[in-house]
């Protein structure tokens, strides 16, 4: 396990010390929960980015409810 050091500056420990108390989270748990918050939005946007361009190129469905109805059966 990786042990990283951050510095913060004031304002930056009185954000950190406000989340801490509003969560009732450690220090730790909240910047890897942060983390892991930014990594799926990451991977949110490439997800919307490929959709985008498929959509673009007009290579996109949508299917209607009574459609994925009748192919269920």
Request: hydrophobic share 35%.
């Amino acid at each position: 396990m990786a042990v990283i050091s951050v510095r913060f500056n004031a304002y930056e420990e009185k954000v950190l010390k406000r989340l801490e108390n509003y969560y009732d989270e450690d220090r730790s748990k909240l910047l890897k929960k942060s983390l892991l918050e930014m990594y799926e939005n990451l991977v949110d946007r490439k997800e919307i980015e490929k959709f985008e361009i498929k959509e673009k190129n007009k290579k996109v469905h949508f299917y209607s409810a009574e459609e994925i109805l009748k192919n269920i059966k």
